[in-house]
């Protein structure tokens, strides 16, 4: 600490801390005495990592000295950064060009910060890395050290490295564990619900699910389209020249000084590198500004509204893009069905528009919610929702009779399930009832108490339900 110019003021301060540590022991939840530390500070001490920094400084400035010595010899690729040494926490790597000398050089370094230190490597856990070196050095290196040789793939903070190319069974153990594919598979199949290893029919697609929500979708978020995000954050750090070690590396191995955005991908570069350098068309100007320049849609807000139960939600905006599995979208989509007929009244084609307004059990239903809704009256064609939906205004009466709408379509979608798989049918009264118990679940749990003393008529209509 002296060596950095630490006011002595500060040094004995850290001394002090450093050689006043006392250790107390508790048992039985008793504090049963004490005792003095004499090795420094234990693993944990807030100050202990702080401390750890600066020895690791010392470190790389020695290291920095051996390798301005003229027999010292950069690994290739570290030449131009002059990179000698990378250290994390207590895992250190040394980099030096494969020769008896440097590597020599580089030892008598750690041995000074050894000595000087106290602090010394665990050679049982340490390995050295050969690459491109020749047998007779090779073996000459390593009968005069007494270091094992290390083999590739190396593990460094968990990742493994290797100076070739990845092959399939390198990854084996990451793609199990990470495939983006398998992520989304796993969404798809919580979306929809799986048949064995496949999600079940439906008719919306996935690219329709993972548009946000003020574009039409549901918005999930896609695994490999959140992956290109992440990676977005690689580009602008490559793209704005930050100043961080694997920039400078980037830039002095592959860029040179050029724009990210002109340089002229050569075929032998790694594969991380291109494929960041793939992805610079998507993140371009033009594609950007193509992508913010989306039209959101209108009905979004009322059919995500936070008043509307979220099974409700679901049900309501597939039934509005027109995506539920009724018999004529099972034709459209050649699925063979029995019958076209409406599996609840059995009296004309099974359509959106015919379930949810034309057909008998439903008029009994929407004519139920009516008498206890008051106002609400949205239009009798299903066609003509969406402009509802979009049109009105947002505040709480029409978020209130969105809801129940949406409670109704859930219920009818129910029903017809039930009268398709089971053959048995509810009542209306009994189905617009249960819808009324939910909606009052609900509006109580997202209403606050001042919504309600300022809206008498809405605190009224809930409190009926
Ligand atoms: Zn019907």
């Known amino acids: 600490m002296a060596t950095f110019c630490f006011p002595s003021k500060f040094i004995k ?4 801390c450093l050689t006043d540590t006392s250790y107390s022991l508790m048992m039985k939840g008793r504090l049963q005495g004490s005792f003095a530390g004499r090795k420094g500070l234990r693993q944990g001490d807030p100050i202990s990592p702080l401390l750890f920094v600066l ?3 010392y470190l790389t400035r020695l290291l920095n000295q051996v390798a301005q010595h003229r027999e010292f010899h950069f690994h290739p690729l570290c030449k131009n950064l002059h990179l000698v040494n990378l250290c994390f926490a207590d895992d250190l790597i040394l980099f030096c060009k494969g020769n008896f000398r440097s590597l020599n050089l580089l030892m008598d370094g750690f041995l000074r910060f050894s000595q000087s230190s106290g602090m010394s490597a665990n050679l049982n856990k340490s390995h050295i890395y050969f690459g491109g070196v020749a047998a007779d050095v090779k073996n000459n290196i390593l009968s005069s050290i007494l270091i094992e040789e290390g083999h590739f793939p190396l593990k460094y903070l968990g990742v493994s490295l290797k100076p070739t190319r990845w092959q399939v069974a390198d990854c084996s153990e990451i793609i199990k564990k990470l495939v983006i594919q398998e992520i989304d598979r796993i969404c ?4 929809w619900g799986a048949n064995g290893h496949r999600s079940k029919f439906h008719c919306s697609s996935w690219s329709q699910v993972r548009l946000p929500k003020s574009l039409g979708g549901m918005g999930f978020k896609e695994g490999s389209n959140w992956n290109k995000v992440l990676l977005a954050k690689f580009i602008w750090a490559v793209s704005t020249k930050q100043d961080v070690l694997w920039v400078k590396w980037i830039d002095a191995l592959y860029l040179r000084g050029q724009s990210f955005w002109s340089y002229h991908l050569k075929p032998d570069v790694s594969w991380y590198w291109r494929k960041l350098c793939y992805l610079r068309e998507e993140f371009s100007e033009a594609n950007l500004v193509n992508s913010l320049q989306r039209v959101p849609v209108a009905f979004a807000k009322a059919v995500w509204s936070r008043l509307t139960v979220p099974k409700h939600r679901f049900i309501l905006w597939q039934s509005i893009l027109g995506h539920l599995l009724t018999r004529d979208n099972l034709i459209k989509c050649q699925i063979s069905v029995n019958s076209c007929l409406c599996p609840v009244c059995e009296r004309a084609e099974e359509t959106h528009q015919h379930l949810f307004f034309d057909c008998s059990f439903s008029h009994q239903v929407w004519e139920l919610t009516k008498s206890w809704l008051g106002s609400a009256i949205w239009p009798k064609k299903f066609v003509q929702w969406k ?6 205004p947002k505040n709480i009466e029409h978020r209130i009779a969105v809801a129940s709408l949406a ?3 859930y219920g009818i979608w129910c029903n017809r399930n039930t009268c398709y798989f089971s053959h048995c049918s ?6 617009v009832y249960m819808n009324r118990l939910s909606l009052k679940a609900r509006f109580f749990g997202c209403l606050s108490q001042k919504c309600l003393d300022k809206n008498i008529a809405i605190a009224e209509l809930v409190r009926s339900l």
């Open 407 to 409: 409670a109704a379509v």
């Open 387 to 392: 402009m509802w939906l979009e049109g009105k």
């Open 188 to 191: 798809r199949n919580f979306l």
């Open 13 to 16: 301060w850290i001394m002090i």
């Open 426 to 431: 509810s009542t209306p009264l009994r189905l």
């Open 55 to 57: 020895v690791m400084e």
